[in-house]
């Protein structure tokens, strides 16, 4: 498989991108795969149910699914290292956050070296709640150093948002209530 590998978060994110890849870009399904990559998300029940749903939307459009692991300690322990205050003590669209990005990234970029991609993306990019600037930058500084291309979309966030909404409802997909790691749970 070569193409584009597509690293994903969560479905509700995903979709308004396949759906913008094969519609309108007509990209041939062969040439796109989803990376589930989610080292960040707790508890690890959540990580399943967002891996679950992931694999769904993708055997519903028959693409590539590829699972990147769940190693959330490794995920903890590189922000330990780069950060001097509790972890719990920034908030989103902090530092942690973009270390966050970048650790994911990093492993996308990596996969898809390794596998003969020709191109890597992230549903990150077109977030309405992420700083997409920072992730976008990102992920050219990791194309140049890998040779591989990073690809953008032309998506407005609020109408991807409203997409994403729109496809979950009609596939009947799970949507959750937080950006994922434990920092950011909703107060119980
Ligand atoms: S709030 Fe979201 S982006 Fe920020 S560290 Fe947690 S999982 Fe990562």
Excluded at 18 to 45: C, K, T, W
Excluded at 47 to 61: C, D, G, P, S
Excluded at 137 to 162: I, N, Q, V
Aim: glycine share 6%.
């Amino acid at each position: 498989m070569n193409g584009l590998l597509l690293n994903v978060c969560c479905a509700p994110c995903a979709l308004p991108i396949i759906d913008h890849l094969l519609a309108v870009e007509r990209l041939p399904i062969g040439s796109l795969a989803l990376y589930f990559y989610g080292p960040n998300i707790f508890p690890e029940a959540e990580y399943l149910k967002r891996l679950e749903e992931t694999r769904r939307i993708a055997v519903q459009y028959g693409l590539e699914f590829v699972e990147g692991g769940y190693d959330h300690n490794s995920w903890l322990t590189y922000l330990k290292e780069r950060l001097d205050a509790p972890l719990e003590s920034y908030g989103e669209n902090s530092e942690r956050c973009q270390l966050c990005f970048k650790f994911r990234l990093l492993t996308t970029a990596e996969y898809a070296a390794e596998n003969n991609f020709q191109e890597f993306a992230t549903t990150l990019s077109v977030s309405r709640f992420k700083d997409t600037t920072a992730i976008n930058d990102f992920g050219e500084e990791l194309a140049r150093e890998s040779k591989l291309k990073y690809r953008t979309f032309p998506l407005d966030a609020d109408e991807a948002h409203k997409k994403g909404l729109e496809l979950s409802r009609q596939y009947g997909v799970y949507r959750q209530k937080y950006c994922g790691c434990e920092f950011s749970l909703p107060p119980t």
